[in-house]
Structure formats: C-alpha cells, structure tokens
C-alpha cells in the first residue's frame, strides 16, 4: 500500500467529514462512520485519568443519526456555525488494515450576531478502516478537547 | 462606576414571592452581599466529593462563591476545608485541581501550613546571617487563612464558613434529605468531568434547576422522540425553609396524553432509529424515573434514569457563572449498568438532550432585561405557595428558591 495515498485519503475523509459539519449538512456526518462505532466527546484530563463519560456518546452511527434528527426537530439553540481547521494526520498502521489517526483541529464558532470565539481545540484520536467498498470510515472518533470548558453548550458536534 | 440603583437596606421588594426584579440578577452591590450573606454566610455549600480526597494528604481544590477553598484530608483521618489564600500576600495556596502531600507551601513566600491549614512556618522567619527577618512578637497561630465547618453527608462535603449554620440534616429537611440517600446510597465512581460556563446570573440557573414547568417546554427531546411528558406522574417536594427541593417523574404511564394539543411541543411521530441508549433500569427500587434535587445554594444532584451527576454552581461575576459537571456512578456498577450509564449521558451535561437549552436560556434571560431595572418577573404558575405539590405544572420550588434568597439577604 502506498503510505502517500492511504495519507491523502485520511486527510481527505478528514476534511469531507468537517466541511459536511461546517457547512450545515449534518445529515451527511453519521456516513463518515461505520455502523458499529464509538463516537465520544471528552477532554484531555478525563481522557488521561481514563474517565469514561463523554458530554456526547454514541456507539452506533444509528445514535448518531438520532443526535443529528434531535438537533433539527427537538433541541433549541441559538443559530451558530463552526469553522474546523484541521491539521495533518498522523497516521499508524494498525493490525487487519485499521489505521490509528491523530489530527489536531480547532474550531472557531460565529454566534447568530457575529461574535467569534475559539470554542475548542483539541486532537481527533481515530480509527479507521475501510468499508465494503473500499472508502475509509471512522471506527471510532474520540474528540479529546484540550480545554474542560465549554462555552454555553455543545449542540452542533466537533 | 456610577452609584448603585438602590440601597438594599431599604430596597423595595414586591409583596409575596410571585414577582422577582430584575435588578436581583444585574446589580453588582447585591452580588458582593450574596458573597457575605450568603456564600460566607450560613448556608451550607457543596465543595466536593467524599472520593475526591479518599486518603490522609489528598487535596482538591474548589470554591464556595467566589472564594477559593481547598479540601484536603488531615491527618487524623477527616476531611479539614480552608480558604486558598496564603495569609501572608493572599496568593493561592494550592495551585493544582488536585493533588496529594504532607503539607501546603505558599509558592510566593514559602509560608507553610499543614492539611488543615495551620501556618507552620514562615520562610526566613528569624533572618539571614542576624539580619531581618519577622519581629519577636510575630505569632504564626494569630495567621492563617479562614477555616470552614465541614459535614459529610452520603459522600459529598458541605463546607460553611458561619457557625450559625443549622446541623445539615436540619438545613436540608428530612424529606429531601430521604430523597438524597436514596440516590447516594453506595461508593460513588468519577466517571467524567466537565464545566460548562454559562452566560447569566448564578440565581438564573438555579432558578431553572427549580422549574418543574419548562422541562418539558423547552426541552422537546422526550416529548418528541415520545419518551416522556408532564402528565406523567410525580410531583415536587419543597423543604419548609425553602432550602432544599427535589422534583420526581415516575415511569411512563399508559393511554393517550393531549395536555400538549396545539403546542410546539406537541410533535408527533418521530421515533429514535437507536432507542437502546433509552433503555433504563430502576436502580433505586422504585418507579421513580427522573429526580431532580437542590440545596440552596448552589447544589444540584441528578438522576435522568442512569444517568448520575452532581452539579456544582460557581458565580463569576453578575452575568456570568460556572457549572461543574461530575459525572458518577457506582464502584460495583456491572459493565452493563455502567455501558448504560455512558450512553445515558447524552441526556445531561453540555450537550445533553433535555439540558443543552438549560445552558443558553439563562442568557437569554439576562440579555432579555438589559433595560429591564423597573421590570419584574412573573412567577405564579401554581399560585402563590412554596410548598409540596403533586404537579409539576408549578413554580412553588422557584418561589421557595426565593424565600431561601431573602431570608439569607434580609430582604
């Protein structure tokens, strides 16, 4: 396998999945990811004294559809929109053709009336591995957020 | 700064607890009273978990108001709590969230004091080579930071700075104390952690704690997905001071339910693709499915069926505030109950599905009554009472709120 490629294939799913986030298509974020996953929002000091609890968990896509469905019909938030800045993966090779991925992101948030915060940096720590049809998909996504705070609250996800 | 818009001493307050001005929420002379009144004042105030300092010389910081206070476990085995402020220059004493020694040292001066905070020894003390050091008189006993009275009640730590702070049990009343023990009632288990700042007024949060009549306006997550409504059994409990309150939904009861005809909440058919996270077992050996528990001022304990956690209120200033998030379970949680738990999870915290508006509405409120100084609130759902009620299509928890308020501000 050439390890360039498997390279500017990650980094691509990387920014299709953040791109589909910041441009409002929310609908298209639970297909990054198998249907059997872990998703889990935590922060660098819960993950380092090995806290299991995230402030968003799902270990199925189907949770994910579901969060995505409560954000359109159920949860009431003030309009916002993120900005993800992705840095470059770092990538190991794990057993059966699964990859390790750390990327470094951070997200600016726009409220409704235009004030822009840092809302979160932090590091995606992924798994991926590639699907029926060959398309590498998330196995599992532990958004660690170097911060313990957050602003307000989290409805749109990282 | 100009001057304040009223003089407290003689400020006006509407008859009865049914109105609330908006002043309460955006003046800065009433948020250093609350400091004194009430924070150092005597009420009884989370500080943290009883597992946080397990062992002799284990520490955690945290704060009561505005004050930073660090708990620690003394060498005899209990648990001592004092002000984080080194008697010498006021800097903080302990600089770390938590940690473990045999003492405190002041980094600024290296004044030492031990779990307890007694000042044990002050650096240079009788000079240099003859010269300088502290005059003859000095007495290291007549220094030291404030030193808080502290209960342990089902494995959290109250501290209070007053002694005319009633015993716990009697502060918080037998029924709610009844209502703490039934969900604490085994070794507790950190499984997470989060703060959550909010932009508004401490009282607006806890206020919301205490509304047993938006919960299931607000947050459309259950009545959407069709996982619960407000004809649902259960009710509220109020202390008799106000102090303390716990609010109850018991198990989903059968047959149609139109309470919600015509009403933004009041929409139908979507279903959750993945419900298995919305699975629930009746750990307490009861019907009770949700409980919701407060003491004044600033305690909140959760059950939303699994899901476990305390929540600590900080204020940061009069538009500003820090929830503190601890999530738990139980030491002997099977894997399954604690799998449970996890996915539950999703309900509450920042990103919770029937809390994450909780988070944004108090700011609502506070930019709402900017130019709101002559304006009240309207809190009469339910009438005009602060006690029990079989519904929660009331404020009566909100109002006791406000009689705990005024009673500690003599207002």
Not at chain 1, 143 to 150: A, H, K, L, Y
Not at chain 2, 214 to 219: D, E, N, R, V, Y
């Amino acid at each position: 396998m050439n390890g360039a490629n498997v390279l500017f294939e990650i980094a691509a799913m990387n920014a299709a999945c953040a791109a589909a986030i910041d441009a409002d298509r929310l609908e298209a974020w639970p297909g990054f990811f198998h249907e059997a996953c872990l998703y889990k929002i935590t922060t660098a000091d819960n993950f380092a004294k090995g806290y299991q609890a995230g402030i968003i968990y799902a270990d199925t896509r189907a949770m994910l559809d579901d969060r995505v469905a409560a954000l359109r019909q159920a949860n009431i938030y003030e309009r916002q929109r993120y900005r993800h800045i992705l840095g470059m993966p770092l990538i190991t090779a794990g057993p059966d053709g699964a990859m390790s991925v750390e990327t470094s992101f951070l997200v600016i948030r726009t409220m409704r009336e235009g004030q822009m915060d840092v809302f979160v940096a932090g590091v995606y720590l992924d798994k991926v591995r590639r699907d029926a049809a060959g398309a590498w998909r998330y196995a599992e996504r532990i958004v660690v957020c170097d911060s313990q705070r957050f602003d307000t609250l989290l409805a749109i996800p990282l | 700064m100009d001057q304040s818009v009223r003089d407290l001493s003689t400020g006006v307050w509407p008859a009865g607890l049914t109105r609330v001005p908006y002043w309460v929420y955006r003046d800065p002379e009433v948020a250093r009273d609350e400091q004194a009144r009430v924070f150092e004042g005597p009420a009884w105030h989370y500080l943290c978990l009883e597992i946080d300092v397990p062992d002799i010389g284990d520490y955690r910081a945290t704060t009561m108001g505005t004050m930073p206070v660090v708990v620690s476990r003394a060498e005899d085995g209990e648990i001592a709590a004092f002000e984080n402020r080194c008697a010498h220059r006021g800097a903080l004493i302990c600089l770390d969230d938590a940690g473990k020694g045999k003492d405190f040292h002041c980094v600024y001066h290296a004044w030492r004091y031990d779990l307890r905070g007694n000042l044990k020894s002050v650096a240079f003390r009788h000079g240099v080579n003859g010269k300088g050091g502290m005059p003859d008189d000095f007495k290291m006993e007549a220094h030291g930071p404030r030193k808080l009275r502290v209960t342990v009640e089902s494995g959290l730590v109250f501290g209070t700075l007053s002694d005319d702070a009633p015993a716990f049990e009697d502060y918080v009343g037998p029924e709610i104390m009844t209502r703490l023990r039934r969900v604490l009632h085994k070794k507790l288990e950190v499984i997470g952690r989060f703060t959550q700042p909010l932009p508004c007024n401490w009282k607006l949060y806890m206020e919301n704690v205490r509304d047993t009549y938006h919960a299931s306006l607000l947050h459309m997550f259950f009545t959407t997905f069709r996982i619960t409504r407000l004809s649902q059994g259960g009710g509220v409990m109020v202390s008799e001071n106000g102090i303390a309150h716990a609010s109850t939904t018991l198990a989903a009861a059968k047959g149609p339910d139109d309470s919600y005809a015509g009403m933004r909440a009041d929409n139908q058919g979507f279903q959750l693709t993945d419900p298995s996270f919305m699975t629930s077992v009746a750990e307490f050996n009861d019907d009770i499915q949700l409980q919701i528990l407060s003491i004044f001022p600033g305690f909140v304990l959760q059950q939303i069926h699994n899901a476990l956690a305390v929540r600590q209120i900080v204020p940061r200033g009069v538009d500003k505030m820090d929830l503190n998030w601890t999530y738990f379970g139980f030491a002997d949680d099977t894997p399954e109950l604690r799998a449970m738990r996890l996915k539950q999870c999703n309900l509450a915290g920042p990103a919770g599905f029937v809390s994450m508006e909780d988070g944004a509405v108090g700011g609502f409120v506070q930019r709402g009554i900017a130019a709101a100084e002559q304006e009240n609130s309207v809190i009469e759902m339910g009438g005009a009472g602060s006690g029990t009620s079989e519904t929660r299509a009331t404020e009566a928890s909100v109002r006791a709120f406000w009689k705990a308020w005024r009673a500690h501000m003599g207002l």
